[in-house]
């Protein structure tokens, strides 16, 4: 499996980013997929999940309402759309595919991309 994320960048506070996910193959059908992220020096929190084929999703409380997460299922890709950044948005963003149908935790995911760079300046 491999998950190739991009769309990273350096915004202004305020500014907005998507994020996407690119799975090899037919990798994310019928699983769960979600976004990640490892601010520096700090664990790696969830950010968001989505089900599939795409019915539910969820958020951290630090996201919810700023923060969209959607999937193509015939591009096999998924998306973060990030709006209203604020510099504690700033982090590596790994995307992630589920093991199985649950998604709330970490251990709920079993392959990940890469990650990518949002730097949010003030």
């Known amino acids: 499996v491999q998950l190739q994320a991009s769309g990273g960048g350096l915004v202004q506070v305020g500014g907005s980013l998507r994020l996407s996910c690119a799975a090899s193959?037919?990798?994310?059908?019928?699983?769960?997929a979600g976004w990640f992220r490892q601010p520096q020096g700090k664990a790696r929190e969830l950010v968001a999940a989505?089900?599939?084929?795409?019915?539910?999703?969820i958020y951290s409380g630090s996201v919810k309402g700023r923060f969209t997460i959607s999937r193509d299922n015939v591009k096999n890709t998924v998306y973060l759309q990030m709006n209203n950044l604020k510099p504690e948005d700033a982090a590596v963003y790994y995307c992630?595919?589920?093991?199985?149908?649950?998604?709330?935790?970490?251990?709920?995911?079993?392959?990940w991309g890469q990650g990518t760079q949002v730097t949010v300046s003030s």
């Open positions: 193959e037919d990798a994310f059908s019928h699983y769960a």
């Open positions: 989505i089900s599939w084929p795409g019915t539910k999703t």
């Open positions: 992630a595919r589920s093991r199985g149908w649950d998604y709330r935790a970490e251990s709920d995911f079993g392959d």
